[in-house]
């Protein structure tokens, strides 16, 4: 059942719950806690299936609160309430309200939130995305006696351990710890089965994820010993290699869903360690409301102490293992700009001319080189071809011709699909037949050659 409610106060909401519990038969309140997420519009669905998927296990009261941003400065100045009213089936096994806030209401939601908490019963508070930098000062956080938030979805995740250790107050926790639980329990249950000391350890996930350095962070501290991190591509955590006086101990998840433990002296065994859903993460954060002090313990550690991979000293200059080492420098060279030679007093900004046997200047290939002028292969053909005329029209025509390579075409043929045209020798007269009007006979290559119209060499 769904009630909507627009531009409301709290005490008609609660008069709509009261409304929403007769019209399904169940007038008696039966949830344990009251679970407050703070959430945006994006992610509001998200957030809101996974509460009630853990609300099967824990009952609850469950207060979405959605800070909406007004476009105009007037509608930023007007405090305005929506609200959305879920009972029965819509709301899992409990109760759900959208609180959509506007205006100055943004800056007051914990007067909004206060009325419609369960009477004497726990409170938590879940910030989805955008957690405060100090759970335990924000408004809402003050009315929690736990406060979840979630390093992965930060912008910066490896900074916001940092920042999360600075500020940590007794009932904070995060669901980057809570992701690397079972992976706690199979290494405590693996170095109880082998009674041996550990030396070094190495964990290994892809680069911007939380839980592989609050794993680190709380294999250090626990067993006192350096440890590195790596980077994989993923996904999420891949392994976890003990160095011990028996041999190593690596417990690896290439594949997110199975992984397989590595013990010296023993056979490998396949391990169901399956990365869970937020659902599952909130169901276990719900299940104890008292302060961790093992979770307070690796966060304040340090991820400046975690190793770099190769190398025997922590993170420099205060940068996390993640950020500060654990990509190879790349290995590509730098290309070096191309020489230029100085200007000279001849000409400015380029090369003087060669200097000729008479001593005047000429052009050499050189000189064409340091023009710059891009020569494509149509106009080095045409340059090859006047080349050729020219030695052609030197030699005269039908002397020196090329066995093979020269001869003489008749005017008029037709050559490569164009009409071979007459050309007219100096000294020459055209003649229509073998001999002219004069009597006289051109010249031409001897017996044999064509006469009258001499043809023009082509190149076979």
């Known amino acids: 059942m769904k009630i909507d409610l627009t531009e409301t106060t ?121 957690a405060p930098l100090n759970p335990a000062k924000d408004p809402l956080g003050a009315l929690a006696q736990r406060r979840v938030t979630d390093a992965y979805a930060a912008e910066q995740p490896i900074a916001e351990l940092t920042g999360r250790a600075d500020t940590y107050t007794p009932g904070d926790t995060d669901l980057s710890w809570t992701r690397i639980t079972p992976w706690r329990s199979m290494l405590a249950a693996a170095l109880d089965q082998s009674p041996c000391k550990v030396t070094s350890a190495v964990v290994e996930g892809e680069e911007f994820n939380p839980s592989c350095e609050l794993l680190g962070m709380w294999l250090a501290g626990r067993l006192d010993v350096p440890v590195t991190r790596t980077v994989s591509p993923g996904p999420g955590l891949t392994e976890v290699r003990l160095e011990t006086t028996a041999g190593t101990i690596v417990l690896g998840r290439p594949d997110a869903s199975l992984a397989t433990l590595a013990m010296p002296g023993q056979p490998d065994r396949a391990v169901a360690l399956k990365r869970r859903e937020t659902a599952e993460l909130l169901a276990e954060e719900l299940r104890r409301l008292d302060p961790d002090d093992i979770y307070a313990a690796a966060l304040k550690y340090g991820v400046d102490r975690l190793q770099l991979p190769g190398a025997g000293t922590p993170a ?32 400015p900004g380029r090369r003087p001319p060669r200097q000729g046997a008479d001593g005047e200047g000429r052009r050499g290939p050189a000189d064409h080189q340091d023009r710059r002028c891009p020569v494509g292969p149509r106009l080095r053909l045409r340059r090859a071809d006047r080349r050729a005329q020219r030695q052609r029209a030197a030699r005269g025509p039908g002397r020196g011709a090329r066995p093979g390579r020269d001869r003489l075409v008749p005017a008029g043929s037709v050559v490569g699909g164009r009409k071979v045209p007459a050309r007219r020798q100096p000294g020459a007269q055209l003649h229509p037949g073998p001999r002219g009007a004069a009597g006289q006979r051109p010249a031409g290559p001897g017996p044999g050659a064509p006469d009258g119209a001499l043809g023009r060499p082509v190149r076979s």
């Open 10 to 130: 709290a005490s008609a909401i609660n008069k709509a719950l009261v409304q929403g519990r007769r019209a399904i038969g169940t007038p008696a309140i039966g949830m344990v806690l009251t679970l407050v997420i703070v959430t945006d519009e994006e992610n509001a669905y998200d957030a809101l299936k996974a509460a009630n998927d853990a609300s099967r296990e824990h009952p609850s009261r469950t207060l979405v609160v959605i800070k909406r941003v007004s476009r105009t400065p007037r509608n930023r100045a007007k405090a305005r309430l929506d609200a959305e009213v879920r009972v029965g089936t819509d709301a899992g096994t409990g109760e759900t309200v959208l609180l959509r806030l506007y205006g100055e209401a943004i800056d007051h939601a914990q007067s909004v939130v206060l009325p419609l908490l369960l009477p004497d019963a726990p409170v938590v508070v879940w910030w989805a995305v955008n």
């Open 316 to 347: 420099a200059d205060g940068q996390p293992a993640a950020q500060a080492g654990t990509r190879p420098p790349s290995r590509r060279r730098r290309r070096r700009p191309p020489r230029r030679q100085p200007p000279s007093e001849h000409t």
